[in-house]
């Protein structure tokens, strides 16, 4: 007999898998284990970020956001 250790990047996969594996005849046995790892993923890293800002303050300083994103534009062109 041989055992395998998978490790998958995230728990919709990781059902997956075990559906596919249980349906096999050849697999006895499958083992779960979804400890969630300690690193958050991106999402909540960002969302934590914003909701720790002052309301209003990330684009307070934007009056005209078509000039603003205008003068964006045309920084990117003359390099």
Same mark, same amino acid.
């Given at each position: =007999? +041989? +055992?395998?250790?998978? +490790? ?7 059902? &997956?898998?075990?559906? &596919?594996?249980?349906? =096999? ?7 779960? !284990? ?18 720790? &800002?002052?309301? !209003? ?16 534009? !045309?920084?990117?062109? +003359?390099?």
């Amino acid at each position: =007999m +041989t +055992t395998l250790k998978i +490790t998958v990047n995230n728990r919709k996969n990781a059902l &997956l898998l075990t559906k &596919l594996l249980k349906s =096999m005849a050849f697999v006895k046995k499958v083992e779960e !284990d979804y400890a969630e790892p300690n690193a958050t993923n991106q999402f909540s890293l960002l969302n934590d970020f914003l909701n720790t &800002l002052p309301k !209003d303050s990330i684009l307070n300083a934007i009056r005209n956001p078509v000039e603003w994103q205008k003068r964006q534009r !045309d920084e990117w062109e +003359t390099r």
